[in-house]
């Protein structure tokens, strides 16, 4: 009856517990990288240094102006780089979460796996 308990709580409460650490795990990645903002200020300035008066010569306009092309190039880059290892790393804790909850269902079987194989007498 003990073994009949372990079981139930293994494929059971204790499976759904495991696949919902790994969810939430995902969520935290994604919200670490937070690729929904980065998404929306992807052409938002980068830390922009200077902040030029709105009026005066054309000379100071045009380096102004500028400036602040740059700022959002760099900005852009940033964003994107950001976004993009954001992804992988969302990607890559999916993919660990799956080996995680197969490893879950498959762990119980070794054992009797290791019998069989004892019995056939391949030793490691």
Do not use: E
Request: aromatic share 14%; hydrophobic share 60%.
């Amino acid at each position: 009856m003990f073994l009949v308990g372990i079981f139930q709580w293994w494929y059971g409460s204790g499976l759904l517990q495991h696949i919902q650490q790994g969810f939430l795990g995902v969520l935290r990645t994604a919200d670490f990288f937070s690729v929904g903002l980065l998404l929306k200020t992807l052409f938002n300035p980068f830390r922009q240094i200077s902040a030029s008066p709105v009026g005066g010569a054309a000379p100071v306009q045009l380096s102004a102006f500028f400036d602040k092309l740059f700022s959002r190039v760099v900005g852009m880059v940033v964003r994107s780089v950001v976004i993009i290892v954001g992804i992988l790393m969302i990607l890559l804790r999916v993919l660990w979460m799956i080996l995680g909850i197969i490893l879950w269902l498959i762990l119980p079987l070794l054992p009797f796996v290791g019998i069989v194989l004892w019995q056939m007498g391949v030793s490691l």
